[in-house]
């Protein structure tokens, strides 16, 4: 019977981007290069804006089929490859090394020694290497690794080999690779496969051919082909907002001072040499300005179009949230058919009491976008570690364009009170409190791209946006119905940029994202109701008082006041990765005030009060 394997072209970019490996129906894939996608079928999708920021002429989405299957040799659509190429069977349990010329269409592989032939099964371990490297594990040298080089000079046969499990033993000591060539009988078990022996890079990835093989000394590590440090994708996502006539750069004051810093003038004549990162450091030290503004103006002093992708000038993580943040508070909001705002209110105007009139005080500009459009792209992605080397979606490096997907949804936009937040964010123990997690983020390996979302400096103000975005889209998805995995949040927290709100939008891409019931949730009165309960909630966590006390939680020891029990999203909800946040800076905790922590105090005085009050 012929199986049918399916991949959504929303997929293309993320999960299953370039370089991705994944297992589906027993069998396991690898997502090729976009040099090795059908030309004529791609879709094109246009982000003129995001297109500026990493330098690209454009983005194409895959090429679309019937019935978006990829195992049909000829049809169109993102191609992928088998990986990993050794195979063994489960009834005989030899090992046989696949070839793209075994391939059938619509037919799984299947073993050529059993009768009749099941289905082979891909071996659990590859080895990858920080460069961004993916390969075979050589289980011949695996199998010969205990004897000499003579001994393994000896044996002839490189692909007969079988797989065995011991019934003596557990876990991967059960496991071994066998030699059963003639007079060999080689052999080893898994027990200390995991990790890095030594073992020669191939060069390159599993869709590249020998020739596109480059020297590589990295160190090779054996993982799983499932383990979550195989593959992170780099994605830039941005919202498809009016054009406008305004500067790329929202700041003219920062511009100014960098136009006028007496490495300026030199910058901008050697901007193509490598001497130039040794300027551009000691600019951005003394103005505060980021890759992103410098790119942009050096852009607009030599007349030429940002650096091309990969490029030492281009910033990995551009920061693309000035235009977005100008688009929703201009005091009209623009409308296009993919932009659509209006404005609306809590609904407290006539409200007197607490905690409702401190709600009101908390809270500033609130707009409903009825149906918004982003773009994702997918860059590169790296192994290892999110910080390594990046490798490019075109591994041969010749295209100027990236891999992307149109995204269609709607959301909720709210600011905090400019003056509220400023009175807070001015107490020392405000400030102490975040001075703690920013030296933990100066050690973290993830700095760059943390800081690419905070600015130059955490500031108190992100952290506590963070947070609240969080907490606002845990409690959305009880009052919507949305899962938490459908809701993205997009940070406004700059300071250098006077930022100081959030964005919660659907984020899936199918139908689920435009039912318009985070819309309705948006609208007044529920929304105060809403904010009220998460504030309610996170006011106290199952885990405490632990996890109100801990003084480093999470992934680097980035989180305070911030665990699975009551802050923590699905990684594709969160812009940094389930870090930076704090729950005692939104309801307050022992040493710090919360932003809402007078709300959470008026509400629990008033729920008191009706207790206490004598029933008729």
């Known amino acids: 019977m012929s199986r049918t394997l399916r991949v959504r072209q929303s997929q293309t970019v993320l999960p299953f981007g370039v370089g991705a490996v994944f297992d589906i129906q027993g069998e396991s894939f690898v997502a090729t290069g976009i040099g090795d996608w059908p030309q004529r079928a791609k879709q094109r999708v246009e982000s003129s804006r995001l297109a500026t920021r990493l330098g690209v002429t454009g983005f194409y989405a895959a090429p679309p089929t019937a019935n978006e299957r990829y195992d049909v040799p000829d049809a169109p659509g993102a191609p992928y490859i088998r990986f990993p190429a050794w195979l063994f069977c489960g009834a ?271 809270i500033g500009r609130i707009l409903l976008a009825d149906r918004l459009r982003e773009v994702r792209a997918l860059s590169g992605f790296t192994r290892v570690s999110p910080d390594a080397t990046v490798v490019p979606a075109d591994t041969a490096r010749r295209l100027k364009w990236l891999p992307a997907v149109e995204v269609f949804g709607e959301g909720v936009f709210l600011t905090l009170d400019k003056e509220a937040l400023g009175d807070w964010e001015a107490d020392e123990r405000v400030r102490h409190r975040v001075a703690g997690m920013r030296a933990d983020l100066d050690r973290a390996f993830q700095k760059d791209r943390l800081q690419a979302l905070t600015g130059a400096e955490l500031s108190p103000r992100f952290v506590l946006l963070h947070t609240l975005a969080h907490l606002f889209i845990r409690q959305l998805s009880f009052e919507s119905g949305y899962t938490t995995a459908s809701l993205r949040e997009r940070i406004y927290a700059r300071s250098d940029q006077d930022q100081y709100g959030i964005l919660v939008y659907t984020a899936a891409g199918d139908a689920e994202g435009t039912l318009g019931g985070l819309v309705r949730q948006g609208e007044p009165p529920r929304l105060a109701e809403t904010l009220l309960r998460m504030t309610e909630a996170a006011a106290w966590c199952s885990a405490d008082p632990l996890c109100a006390e801990h003084s480093g939680q999470g992934f680097g020891n980035l989180n305070r006041a911030a665990c699975h029990a009551c802050a923590l999203l699905p990684e594709t909800s969160c812009e940094s990765g389930n870090t930076l946040l704090d729950r005692a800076l939104v309801v307050g905790g022992e040493h710090v005030p919360g932003y809402f922590e007078p709300m959470v105090t008026a509400a629990r005085a008033a729920a008191a009060a009706a207790l206490e009050r004598p029933t008729s």
């Open 92 to 362: 005989c349990r030899r090992m046989k090394r696949w070839r793209i010329a075994d391939e059938k269409p619509g037919q799984p592989p299947r073993c050529p020694s059993c009768q009749p032939g099941p289905t082979l099964a891909p071996m659990r371990f590859v080895q990858i290497c920080s460069a961004g490297h993916l390969g075979d594990i050589d289980w011949w040298f695996w199998a010969h690794s205990r004897r000499d080089a003579t001994e393994r000079r000896e044996c002839g046969e490189r692909e007969k080999l079988r797989f065995l499990v011991s019934e003596r033993a557990s876990g991967l000591e059960a496991l071994s690779v066998v030699c059963t060539a003639k007079g060999c009988g080689a052999g080893r078990d898994l027990l200390d496969i995991l990790g890095t022996h030594g073992i020669r890079c191939s060069g390159r990835n599993p869709w590249q051919r020998t020739s596109e093989a480059v020297e590589c000394v990295k160190p090779v590590q054996i993982v799983q082909r499932t383990a979550g440090n195989l593959y992170y994708p780099v994605v830039h996502s941005a919202l498809d907002i009016p054009e406008t006539d305004a500067p790329a750069y929202a700041d003219e004051t920062l511009a100014s001072a960098v136009r006028e810093h007496d490495l300026w003038v030199s910058l901008c004549k050697i901007a193509s040499t490598p001497r130039a990162e040794v300027f551009r450091g000691m600019i951005k030290e003394d103005t505060g300005a980021d890759d992103t503004l410098l790119d942009l103006l050096l852009a607009e002093e030599n007349g030429q179009p940002p650096a091309a992708p990969g490029s030492a000038t281009t910033p990995v993580h551009p920061d693309l949230s000035r235009e977005e943040w100008s688009a929703f508070m201009a005091p009209v909001p623009p409308a296009t058919r993919d932009f659509a705002l209006r404005e609306t209110t809590l609904g407290l105007a006539h409200e007197t009491t607490e905690p409702w009139v401190g709600l009101r005080r908390g």
